[in-house]
């Protein structure tokens, strides 16, 4: 039976291929001389009181070892505890009761590629594997031990689509395109955005941007978003639609067509009422919180969170990174992108890895204490991203630039990027900041403007990625920024009649360079022109 062919009918029980399991404890040194052996090392991890993880491990006729990373092992009627007891042997044979799922897509893509077809069917039948076995999946998706454990980190749209398609040996990326439309009202201009992805484009296409001057909408249309996906589970009223476009056309969205949904927003001014975490995949869309709000239900003021509080979110969901390797690994890779900020460099954190998981945490933790605000908001948000996120997942992210400075807000970017791309993730930035701008493609990028209630969405006119920041300032702002800030002070020396020369003297002595004044001359000079075409205008008039 080729390996394509398990995805689309069950695996055909009691074929012989010549493989035995065996399981190890997590301490356990792992032998060296194992032969056509599947090993299982046991580990403590804990979903609600169950215990169902498992490194796999596969020796080949040549003792060749490939790490295939963590699945999760549960049976019929299961009550919590360790699905280690209900092995009776080190040398283990799994029954009909018994079901397994991958933990991550890089499960199924090392069994596809790192594996023959026949080596990769006998490590999916002897760990009685759902995703290559339909049936037993239907049988088993309302266990409870496959809801609450085997599902915790695992959606079901990556279920039925990426899982499947990556043992299918079909691309483990995939485009997606999608829109958001919303009404005007005699409060809120409308809108209509468009979001697409496409997999190891350079620039990446996963990070999104949404700019614009204060009052333009931006954080209110993250906000209908997450109303609008999540109004069928919340009992909220529709902010507006979704619509997925392929070359066909335009459709509505399925409700389940993002797999989870991740509110980024520290800011403590914002009256949205983000709803509660639901964290149960298995119920459809799952939807996490990262920020200041205390967690909550109904109306009513919520107080922020404490440094105590933010610790423990931080905490927790670093030592679910950390208990798969796949996602340790992740979590590795964005502190090294953070590490160009000299600070980051300095606190090593890349070194955790290299201790054991509970000396890891304690340092963690020792280390998070003792960062500024900035830091610790960087490093909280991309570890509860790389906890959460996964294919088609939508990370809404406010206003990431309120408490960074800008080399670390360009690399937290690009850190965010590069989990995105890797997931085949997609994220929505609303922010005032040419640095954000800057690390997005010009078809990434969306300029709010509005009047009123009328309201617009338009692409930059210029490329964005890469461009200079004082540029894409103008570009975005326009003539706003002419009417603000030194450029008011040189305007007004202007109306009063003055020149460059007495406007140096008289306002302009602390300038320390030439190249300054180079600048300032060029302004000032923009400013006698909009003065002598008024002073025209108005003689003519």
């Known amino acids: 039976m080729a390996l394509q062919s398990v995805i689309r009918e069950p695996i055909v029980q009691g074929i012989d291929l010549k493989l035995s399991m065996q399981m190890l404890k997590k301490s356990s040194l792992i032998p060296s001389d194992l032969t056509d052996t599947l090993l299982l090392v046991g580990s403590s991890w804990d979903d609600y009181s169950f215990k169902t993880s498992f490194t796999v491990m596969h020796f080949g006729p040549d003792a060749k070892k490939t790490e295939l990373g963590t699945t999760k092992i549960g049976y019929k009627d299961q009550q919590h505890g360790w699905t280690s007891e209900k092995f009776s042997t080190k040398n283990i044979s799994l ?17 596809q590629g790192g594996l ?19 049936e037993r999946l239907e049988d088993v998706k309302n266990e409870q031990v496959f809801r609450e454990s085997l599902m915790r980190n695992v959606s079901w749209s990556v ?3 990426q899982f499947k398609r990556v043992l299918a040996g079909k691309p483990e990326l995939t485009s997606f395109h999608f829109s958001y439309q919303t009404n005007g009202d005699e409060q809120r201009a409308g809108v209509d ?32 978003m997450v109303e609008t996906i999540l109004s069928d589970t919340t009992g909220r009223p529709h902010c507006g639609k979704f619509l997925i476009h392929d070359s066909l056309g335009s459709e509505p969205m399925p409700t389940d067509y993002f797999s989870s949904i991740v509110s980024v927003s520290f800011s403590a001014f ?36 404490t440094t105590e509080a933010l610790s423990e979110d931080f905490i927790t969901s670093l030592e679910s990174c950390f208990s798969q390797e796949s996602k340790r690994q992740r979590w590795v890779a964005a502190i090294k992108r953070l590490e160009s900020d000299s600070n980051f460099e300095d606190m090593d954190l890349a070194h955790l890895n290299e201790l054991p998981t509970d000396e890891a945490i304690v340092k963690a933790h020792r280390i998070f204490s003792r960062m500024s605000s900035g830091h610790s908001i960087v490093l909280l948000t991309l570890t509860k991203l790389v906890e959460a ?66 309201g617009r969405a338009d692409r930059p006119e210029r490329e964005t990625f890469g461009e200079n920041a004082g540029v894409l300032t103008r570009e975005i702002f326009g003539l706003e920024v002419n009417k603000s800030g030194y450029h008011e002070v040189l305007q007004e020396a202007v109306n009063r009649g003055g020149t460059f020369e007495s406007g140096r003297r008289q306002k302009l002595s602390a300038t320390p360079d030439q190249s300054g004044t180079v600048n300032l001359c060029h302004i000032m000079n923009s400013a006698l022109k909009n003065a002598s075409r008024s002073s025209l205008a108005s003689s003519r008039a």
């Open 95 to 111: 029954s009909d009761e018994f079901f397994s799922l991958g933990q991550d897509v890089d499960f199924y893509r090392k069994l």
């Open 116 to 134: 023959s077809a026949d080596a990769a069917l006998a490590v999916l039948q002897a760990l009685k594997d759902v995703i290559a076995d339909p």
């Open 159 to 161: 279920i039925r689509d």
């Open 193 to 224: 955005v468009s979001f697409k992805v496409t997999p190891h484009s350079l620039p990446s296409t996963n990070v999104h941007v949404l700019i614009g001057r204060n009052g333009v909408g931006k954080t209110t249309i993250l906000n209908d």
């Open 270 to 305: 914002d009256p949205f009422l983000f709803p509660a975490d639901q964290p149960d995949r298995s119920k459809g869309v799952a939807y996490f919180y990262v920020g200041m709000q205390s967690p909550g239900e109904g109306p009513g003021k919520r107080p922020p969170k």
């Open 389 to 454: 996120v996964e294919e088609k997942t939508l990370v809404l992210m406010d206003e990431p630039e309120s408490h960074l400075h800008p080399p670390l807000l360009s690399a937290f970017t690009r850190a965010i990027s590069d989990l995105l791309q890797d997931r085949n993730g997609v994220a929505i930035i609303a922010t005032h900041s040419p640095v954000v701008v800057q690390e997005a493609p010009g078809s990434c990028v969306w300029k709010l403007t509005r009047l009123r209630a009328e």
